[in-house]
Each structure stands twice: as C-alpha cells, then as structure tokens.
Nanobody
Framework: VHLVESGGGLVQAGGSLRLSCAAS???????????FAWFRQAPGKDHEIVAA????????FYSDFVKGRFTISRDNDKNTVFLQMNNLKPEDTGVYYC????????????????RGQGTQVAVSS
C-alpha cells in the first residue's frame, strides 16, 4: 500500500495550498470502513493531526487550529485525498503526512496502518 503526498511548497502568510494524497487503486478501496488523515510535524515537535475523513466522506475531524481554514476531501474515483489550506499562517509550517487506517480513527500517527513520506509546507511571515 502506497500513499504519495504532493502539493507542498513555500507560500506567504495568508496564502493557500492544496495538498494531495494519492493511494494505489487496491489500497483505496480496502479502506471502506476506515479513515484517511493528514498529520503534520513541525521542526522539533511530534506529529499532530490536522484533519481526517472517512472513506465514505460522511464523517470528518478537524483540529481546532485549522477549523475554518482547512478543508479535507476525497475523490474515490481518483483514489486521492485532498487538503485545501487557506489563510496559512507561519505556525502551519511543517512536513505534512497522509495516513490511512482501517476501522476506527486512532489518536496517534504511529497507530495508522499506512503513512506517506510527507510533503514540506513553509509559510513565511
């Protein structure tokens, strides 16, 4: 199972980025009862969850620090999960990781079944 993130980059505060997480065809359909999530890791800090969505798209989770600014979505036909990030702040800087799990949504990044290699997001002030 492979998850590949893309879309990171350098942006000024107040700007936007759209991250994508592409999964292998077989992998995506096997998460019918599972969750896809975006985590991030700032330099010197642990992974923290940003947002999550079920394969069905009916349930969501957002951390308080991104509510109203970020939107998670998925396109099952394209086997892709997206993270639209608007009004970015310097504190949003970090490596963003896509993760997937079958079953209920765990709290910790390490508990996810599959994780990508990450994409760097840098927000300048």
């Amino acid at each position: 199972v492979h998850l590949v993130e893309s879309g990171g980059g350098l942006v000024q505060a107040g700007g936007s980025l759209r991250l994508s997480c592409a999964a292998s065809t077989r992998a995506f359909s096997s998460f019918v009862q599972g969750w896809f999530a975006w985590f991030r890791q700032a330099p010197g800090k642990d992974h923290e969850i940003v947002a999550a969505i079920t394969w069905s798209g009916t349930d969501f989770f957002y951390s308080d620090f991104v509510k109203g600014r970020f939107t998670i979505s998925r396109d099952n036909d394209k086997n892709t999960v997206f993270l639209q990030m608007n009004n970015l702040k310097p504190e949003d800087t970090g490596v963003y990781y896509c993760a997937a799990v079958r079953g209920s949504r765990p709290y910790f990044y390490a508990q996810y079944d599959y994780r990508g290699q990450g994409t760097q997001v840098a927000v300048s002030s």
